[in-house]
C-alpha cells in the first residue's frame, strides 16, 4: 500500500505538470499561424522548428506575413550551410487567410522573392538537404613554425572514432575560421606578419570531399628589444620591473599582459582615469628571421582620486548594514576600481541580486563616490525536477527556494523528491557570511525513506553546519553537528529486533574538499579529492557511539585528442572505538557498494558483502577503484571503456577487505548541458553465487 502510494503521487505530480504544459501550448498554438519543418530527420526537423519559433517571437501572431517568411529561410539557409549542406533547397507550401494553397522554391542563392502582400496561416518548410560536404585532404605550403598534424587539426580535426562527422564539414566560414585560427597561432609564436591563404580548392560535388592547399607566409619573429616607460613621472608608481631581463618574442598577448599590467598599480595607486597607448617601432631590416622591435608605454595617469561616501541604491528589502560588511574600501582611501570591482562581485556572490552595477558620482573630480546600483531578486523562486537512475528509475520534485529573508540575505531551500524507491525532503535555512567575511551557516531539517536491497531505510534529524574555503590550501571546509533517528525496517541484514528499533544518533561531522577539475559536470582535466568524518558518541547525547571515514580521490587527464583518462579511488571504514563492547552501529551507516556510480557490474547496493545465506549484510569497509578510458566517436557521442575494482569487509578483523570484485564494461555517453547522459554495461569478472552477470545502467551525470 505504500509503494502503490508513492507511485500515485509521483503519478499525480508528473500529470498535473504534463497538463499545464500542454495546455500552455495548446493555448499558444490557437492563437499563432501553423509552422512545421520536415527534411531534417526526426530530432533535426524539431529542433529546428523550435529556433524558428524563437527567431520569429512577436512576428508569429495569427498569421505570418512574407518578410517573416523569407527571414525563417534564410536562418535555415544559413544553419545548413554551416553544416555542410552547401546546395540545399527548400519548398516553401502555406496556405493564405482565404484558404488558397502556393508554394514557393528556394536555393542557396536566395533569389525567390514572395509576392506581397502576403498573409499566410500555414507554412511548411519541406528541405532537400542534397550532398553533405567534408575536408577530405589539406596541404600546406611555406608552413615551418607548427608542426602540419597540429595545423590540420584547425582544418580536419581528428577527435572521433568514426570519420567524417561534424567535426570534417567544409563550409566557407567554418574555413574562414580556420584560416583565421592558423594566423592567430602563428601570431602568438612570435611571427606579427603571418597571413594564410586558400591556394587551391578542389571541390567534387558529387561526393561532397573537398581537398585545401594553404599558402602560409610566416614573416619574421618579432623579438622585444626593448620597453620604455614615458608620460606622467609625478605618479611614483614602480614599472621597471615589467621590462624583459631577455630577449623574448614580441606578441599582442604580451603587450596587452604590460599595458593591463601598469593600469593595474596606477589603479592601486589611486589613477582610476589613467590611460596607456602601446606604440611599436619594429626595425625595416629583419636579422636572421628576427626583427627588433621597440616597445614604448606612454603613460596618462590623470588626477589622483579618493574614495567619498559608499552608497547604494535598489536596495529596498535589503539591510544596509548587511551591504556594508561587504564593502573593502573606506572613505579617504585612494580610489582603486578594481578593488571596487571586488566589492560588486562580493555583493553577487550573496544571490539575493539579479544585477549589481557600479557607477561613480561624480563621474570627474578629485573625490567620487561609488554608488551601486543593485536590482533585487525575487523573493521566491519554484522549480520542478525530473531525473533517472538505473536502481530509483524515475525520480521526480520540487524545489522551493527563498531569497533574503529579514533583509539579511538568509535563503531557505524546501526539496521534496519522490522516485520509486524513495520519498526525499529536505529543509535548509542558510545564513552567508554569518560571523565573518568567509565563514557561512546553515540549519537542515531532512527526512528518507528508501528501499534498499535488504532493508527499508528510514531516517529523519536536522543538524547545523559551518563552512569555509581555505585559500592556504585552495579547499573548502566544514563542520557541524547532526541529531538524527534511524531505522531499518523490513531488515534481511540480521536476526536481532534491535535493528528494527529506532536509534539516535548524535554526531560531529567534518569535511574538507579541494577541486580543480576544468569543469564538475564534464570534467576533462583536473582533479578533486575529498574527506569526511562523521564521528556519533553518546557523550553528545545519542544513544551509540562510532565513527565513519570516507576520503576519495579523482583525476582527470586528457591523453591525446578527443581521449581522455578517467581514475578514481574512494575508501570508507566504519569503526566503535570508544564503544566499550556495545552492540554494532546502526544498519544505516554501512556500505552497500553496486550502481552506475560505484562498481558498474552490479546494481545498486547488490556488490556489498553477502551472508551465507545469500543476504547483503553490507560493508564495514571498503576500497573501490575506478579507470575510464573515453573517446570521442563523432560530435557530442563518446564511448568509454572502463574496469572497476571493489574490495569489501564485513567485520574489521578483516580490514580494509577480504572479498574482491571486479567489473569491465562498455558504455557510451551524449554530452548535454546537464552532464552525460550514460548508458553503459558492466561485466562481472568473477561473481559470486547469487551476482548478476552484469549489470546495464542509464543514468545522467558523471560517475565520480
Known amino acids: 500500500m505504500r509503494r502503490l502510494l508513492n507511485l500515485l503521487g509521483l503519478g499525480l505530480l508528473i500529470l498535473v505538470s504534463a497538463a499545464e504544459t500542454f495546455g500552455a501550448a495548446a493555448s499558444e498554438d490557437r492563437e499563432r499561424a501553423g509552422l512545421d519543418v520536415s527534411g531534417l530527420g526526426w530530432w533535426g526537423s524539431r529542433e529546428m522548428q523550435r529556433a524558428l519559433e524563437r527567431l520569429l517571437g512577436a512576428e508569429r501572431g495569427a498569421t505570418l506575413d512574407a518578410n517573416a517568411i523569407e527571414d525563417a529561410v534564410f536562418l535555415m539557409m544559413s544553419t545548413l550551410e554551416n553544416d555542410g549542406y ?66 590540420v587539426e584547425l582544418f580536419r580535426p581528428s577527435t572521433g572514432l568514426l570519420p567524417g562527422g561534424s567535426v570534417h564539414l567544409y563550409a566557407p566560414g567554418r574555413l574562414q575560421r580556420a584560416l583565421d585560427s592558423l594566423r592567430d597561432e602563428l601570431q602568438q609564436r612570435g611571427h606579427a606578419e603571418a597571413n594564410a591563404t586558400v591556394k587551391s580548392l578542389v571541390i567534387d560535388d558529387a561526393t561532397g570531399a573537398v581537398d585545401l592547399a594553404i599558402e602560409v607566409s610566416e614573416g619574421p619573429r618579432w623579438r622585444v ?8 613621472a609625478a605618479t611614483e608608481v614602480k614599472l621597471e620591473d615589467l621590462v624583459p631581463d631577455e630577449a623574448r618574442p614580441w606578441t599582442y598577448l604580451w603587450q596587452q599582459d604590460v599595458l593591463e599590467e601598469i593600469r593595474r598599480r596606477h589603479f592601486s595607486a589611486g589613477y582610476p582615469d589613467v590611460q596607456v597607448r602601446m606604440e611599436i617601432n619594429r626595425s625595416v631590416v629583419a636579422e636572421a628571421g628576427e626583427r627588433p622591435v621597440a616597445v614604448t608605454a606612454r603613460i596618462t595617469a590623470g588626477p589622483r582620486v579618493t574614495v567619498g561616501q559608499v552608497r547604494f541604491t535598489g536596495a529596498e528589502r535589503t539591510r544596509e548594514s548587511v551591504l556594508r560588511r561587504r564593502v573593502t574600501v573606506q572613505p579617504g582611501e585612494p580610489l582603486n576600481p578594481l578593488a571596487l570591482e571586488r566589492t560588486r562581485y562580493r555583493l553577487g556572490q550573496l544571490g539575493i541580486f539579479d544585477a549589481v552595477d557600479l557607477r561613480y558620482e561624480p563621474g570627474s573630480g578629485d573625490v567620487r563616490d561609488p554608488v551601486f546600483a543593485l536590482a533585487e531578486t525575487a523573493p521566491w523562486e519554484a522549480s520542478l525536477l525530473a531525473g533517472y537512475g538505473s536502481y530509483e528509475r524515475l525520480r521526480a520534485g520540487v524545489e522551493l527556494r527563498q531569497t533574503n529573508l529579514f533583509g539579511r540575505a538568509h535563503q531557505s531551500r524546501l526539496l521534496l523528491v519522490q522516485s520509486f524507491k524513495s520519498s526525499r525532503g529536505d529543509y535548509t535555512y542558510t545564513m552567508p557570511e554569518l560571523f565573518g567575511e568567509t565563514l557561512d551557516a546553515s540549519v537542515n531539517v531532512f527526512g528518507l525513506q528508501r528501499d534498499e536491497r535488504s532493508f527499508l531505510r528510514q531516517e529523519y534529524g536536522g543538524g547545523v553546519t559551518l563552512r569555509r574555503p581555505l585559500p592556504w590550501i585552495r579547499a573548502d571546509a566544514l563542520a557541524g553537528f547532526t541529531y538524527q533517528s534511524l531505522r531499518s525496517k523490513e531488515n534481511e ?149 572502463f574496469a572497476d575494482a571493489l574490495g569489501t569487509a564485513s567485520r574489521l578483523a578483516e580490514y580494509p577487505f577480504d572479498e574482491e570484485l571486479y567489473s569491465i564494461g562498455l558504455g557510451v555517453r551524449y554530452q548535454s548541458l546537464v552532464g552525460p547522459i550514460r548508458l553503459e554495461y558492466g561485466r562481472n569478472v568473477s561473481p559470486r553465487e547469487g551476482d548478476p552477470s552484469g549489470t546495464l545502467h542509464f543514468s545522467v551525470g558523471f560517475p565520480f
Do not use: C
Open 493 to 641: 541484514l540480521t536476526t536481532r529486533a534491535s535493528d528494527d528499533e529506532q536509534v539516535t544518533v548524535a554526531s560531529v561531522d567534518v569535511g574538507l574538499t579541494r577541486d580543480t577539475r576544468d569543469n564538475p559536470l564534464r570534467p576533462r582535466t583536473g582533479y578533486r579529492w575529498f574527506t569526511q568524518v562523521e564521528a556519533a558518541s553518546r557523550s553528545f547525547g545519542g544513544e551509540v557511539d562510532y565513527q565513519r571515514l570516507e576520503l576519495g580521490l579523482a583525476v582527470h587527464q586528457p591523453w591525446g585528442r578527443g581521449r581522455w583518462i578517467h581514475a578514481g579511488v574512494t575508501h570508507g571504514v566504519l569503526t566503535t572505538f570508544g564503544a566499550g563492547g556495545s552492540i554494532d552501529p546502526p544498519v544505516n551507516k554501512r556500505f552497500f557498494p553496486g550502481g552506475d556510480a560505484s562498481i558498474r557490474g552490479y546494481p545498486s547496493g547488490s556488490a556489498s558483502p553477502r551472508a551465507a545465506d545469500g543476504r547483503f549484510i553490507g560493508a564495514k569497509s571498503y576500497v573501490l577503484a575506478n579507470l575510464e578510458v573515453e573517446q570521442t566517436v563523432v560530435g557530442n557521442w563518446t564511448a568509454v571503456l
Open 86 to 151: 552547401l546546395s540545399p533547397q527548400i519548398e516553401v507550401k502555406l496556405v493564405r487567410t482565404d484558404g488558397t494553397a502556393e508554394s514557393h522554391r528556394f536555393d542557396e542563392t536566395l533569389a525567390t522573392l514572395l509576392p506581397r502582400p502576403l498573409e499566410a496561416r500555414e507554412v511548411r518548410f519541406e528541405v532537400t538537404r542534397g550532398v553533405r560536404y567534408r575536408v577530405s585532404a589539406v596541404e600546406f605550403i611555406g608552413l615551418e613554425t607548427i608542426a602540419e598534424d597540429d595545423a
Open 225 to 232: 628589444a626593448s620597453l620604455m616607460f614615458a608620460g606622467d
